[in-house]
């Protein structure tokens, strides 16, 4: 699966950013589909996680209550909406997608995904 970031940008602390990860393959709904980020200087981190139709959602405490990450299936479209974004939520955001019938939010933190798409730079500035 290919995979396609968009929505980055250069926000104001306080503001709000929307990232959208259109992927190429017609079996969308059979992967479970992430956010991750890379900060200059330090690993990649995970963000946020949704699972095949949508019913379960994780986040990193980092984010929680500030980010939501939703799915459309039929656009073959993940998106992360971002709000109350913070000087250190800059990094480089990543779209990645997992095939498989599991979902672990600790496997996918630690190890990551199958596929990833090239990322989007978020900026925030104080």
């Known amino acids: 699966v290919q995979l396609q970031a968009s929505g980055g940008g250069l926000v104001q602390a306080g503001g709000s950013l929307k990232l959208s990860c259109a992927a190429s393959?017609?079996?969308?709904?059979?992967?479970?589909m992430g956010w991750f980020r890379q900060a200059p200087g330090k690993e990649r981190e995970f963000v946020a996680t949704?699972?095949?139709?949508?019913?379960?959602?994780s986040y990193a405490d980092s984010v929680k209550g500030r980010f939501s990450i939703s799915r459309d299936n039929a656009k073959n479209t993940v998106y992360l909406q971002m709000n109350s974004l913070k000087p250190e939520d800059t990094a480089v955001y990543y779209c990645?997608?997992?095939?498989?019938?599991?979902?672990?939010?600790?496997?996918?933190?630690?190890?990551?995904?199958?596929?990833w798409g090239k990322g989007t730079q978020v900026t925030v500035s104080s």
């Open positions: 393959e017609r079996t969308f709904s059979s992967y479970v």
């Open positions: 949704i699972s095949w139709s949508g019913g379960i959602t």
């Open positions: 990645a997608a997992q095939r498989g019938t599991y979902y672990s939010v600790s496997y996918f933190r630690d190890y990551g995904m199958d596929y």
